[in-house]
């Protein structure tokens, strides 16, 4: 706890589901965190929220499709606060099918929120995170490519994408800016709201009703991750329920 306090942390998708849970407890635990999302109603709830049990915590309405909006975010956070310690990039969509269903659609917008959101938030974070000598990014990212199945191509490629250019990020950077990342499987979220395709919304709602755990064992990892000493890097971790095949 006494490395989170007074941490400056933005969080990408913290309107609802993990990122809400993961901006609550840091708030909980002396972080001032800075909430982005579309949602602007969602997360002036969650501010007040925050506020009232003595937290510190602002907003920004951005979209993680537009790497301006990312820009901003930073900003905020610099201004509001002096600094950003830490950039937790949450937000993402699942649509999933057959390859050969050719969804194209679905395909371009995981590639702009999966792949180039997260990209985007690290560019945003990086600069300020080298005049500082200090950061940590924390990507959110999945099971899914760690276990490759049907319909999940490519979803799991954008996921396998992010683990992929952050160990490469690992590798260049001289040690000031720490990079985790955190692969979640079945957690209690809306996530499934936003597939098209009906079969698989069912079929991931069902895996959730039966197994999933709890955002906050989400928001417990992140914690774990950022409240490390400065000289200790937390790589990957896994979480997912012990029932989960």
Do not use: C
């Not at 993680?64 to 937790?88: F, H, P, Q, S, W």
């Not at 937000?91 to 099918?97: R, Y």
């Not at 250019?165 to 000031?176: H, K, P, T, V």
């Not at 928001?219 to 937390?234: G, K, L, M």
């Amino acid at each position: 706890m006494q490395n989170i306090k007074g941490k400056v942390v933005a969080i990408t998708g913290a309107s609802s589901g993990m990122g809400k849970a993961i901006a609550i407890e840091l708030a909980k635990n002396g972080a001032k965190v800075v909430l982005a999302a579309r949602r602007t109603e969602q997360l002036q709830q969650i501010v007040k929220e925050i506020e009232s049990k003595g937290g510190f915590t602002t907003f920004a309405k951005i979209d993680v499709k537009n790497k301006a909006d990312l820009v901003r975010l930073v900003n905020t956070a610099v201004e509001r606060y002096g600094k950003l310690d830490v950039i937790v990039n949450k937000a993402g969509v699942s649509q999933l099918s057959r390859i050969d269903e050719l969804d194209i659609e679905g395909w371009e917008e995981m590639i702009d929120i999966n792949l180039k959101g997260f990209l985007y938030g690290m560019a945003a974070a990086i600069p300020v995170f080298k005049q500082q000598q200090s950061g940590h990014i924390v990507n959110i990212i999945s099971t899914s490519g760690i276990k490759i199945v049907p319909t999940q191509g490519v979803y799991a490629g954008t996921k396998n994408a992010i683990r992929t250019i952050a160990e490469a990020f690992r590798q260049e950077s001289n040690g000031n800016i720490r990079i985790t990342g955190i692969s979640p499987g079945f957690v209690k979220t809306d996530f499934a709201n936003n597939i098209k395709n009906e079969e698989m919304k069912t079929a991931v709602q069902k895996g959730m009703d039966q197994i999933a755990i709890n955002p906050l064992a989400i928001a417990n990892a992140v914690f774990y991750a950022i409240s490390q000493p400065n000289d200790v890097e937390i790589g990957d971790i896994v979480i997912r329920p012990s029932k989960q095949n």
